[in-house]
């Protein structure tokens, strides 16, 4: 129960405009809700995205305490299905193309959202499969350091863009699970995007910095990761400890 109120905070800053968004229908009753629960639109289909991409994780975490027992999945059905559910609220109310959802883009098909601040130029053809295969082998590896399999398949995602859309949402989420997966952060408690959305800017230029492939840039994003896992452990603590403390109630 105490992981489901944490995943449900960490939804909630998965993304800033999620948050800002997302306020414009908090107000809004069931009764004005389509009967089948589609979203009404833009705003509450990236708001109900964010949360079943985390509760999604949460899922594949298993038990408090039994990281371990969790069956792992395949990196190629983790990314299909993670996306899957971050886009397909989208795809309900026309915002992605169908056809995109949990799909990766094809080796002769350009993303249509443009990388970390302003970075264009996504890999294509066989580049594109070389480092998706890198990707995948991150995301199944056993023996690298924890904090490098984190930061290294977050910063690939948002910046390779392996889909058409939806790539900063599903890079941040991977990036929750492989924490508690590697052991960095077993509880899954801790909110690691509180970082980020706290100065979009600084996030931005060091996945920019990543992408440049150079030492420093490199650097600085491991840095940056580093320091989004230690304030998302400091968030965490706090929300449970406002949990014990009785002033989030259970919903």
């Known amino acids: 129960w105490l992981r489901a109120q944490v995943a449900s905070g960490a939804a909630r800053t998965t993304h800033a405009a999620s948050d800002r968004r997302a306020s414009s ?6 009764d004005d809700r389509p009967a089948d629960g589609a979203p009404t639109g833009p705003g509450e289909a990236l708001a109900l995205a964010a949360w079943r991409g985390q509760a999604h994780v949460g899922e594949l975490l298993g038990d408090l305490g039994g990281r371990g027992t969790a069956p792992a999945v395949p990196a190629a059905e983790l990314l299909a299905g993670l996306h899957r559910d971050l886009t397909a609220h989208l795809a309900l109310v026309g915002a992605v193309p169908e056809a995109a959802v949990g799909r990766p883009r094809s080796a002769d098909q350009r993303p249509r959202e443009p990388g970390p601040d302003g970075l264009d130029g996504a890999p294509v053809g066989e ?5 998706l295969a890198a990707l995948r ?10 904090l490098a399999r984190v930061a290294v398949a977050h910063a690939e995602i948002v910046t390779l863009r392996p889909f058409l859309v939806g790539n900063g949402q599903l890079g941040r ?13 077993p509880t899954g408690v801790a909110v690691l995007d509180t970082h980020g959305a706290a100065d979009p800017g600084r996030y ?34 706090e929300v449970a400890t406002a949990v014990l403390a009785g002033r989030v109630q259970p919903r």
Request: proline share 3%; with cysteine.
């Open 127 to 131: 580049e594109l499969e070389v480092r």
């Open 25 to 30: 229908t908090a107000g809004r009753s069931a």
């Open 137 to 146: 082998a991150v995301l199944e590896a056993r023996d690298a350091p924890a």
């Open 204 to 237: 931005r230029r060091a996945l920019a910095g990543y992408a440049s492939g150079t030492p420093a840039g490199v650097a600085a994003w491991l840095t940056f990761q580093a320091d989004a896992v230690v304030a998302g452990c400091q968030a965490g603590a």
């Open 173 to 185: 989420v991977v990036a929750r699970l492989l924490a508690v997966r590697s052991g960095l952060e």
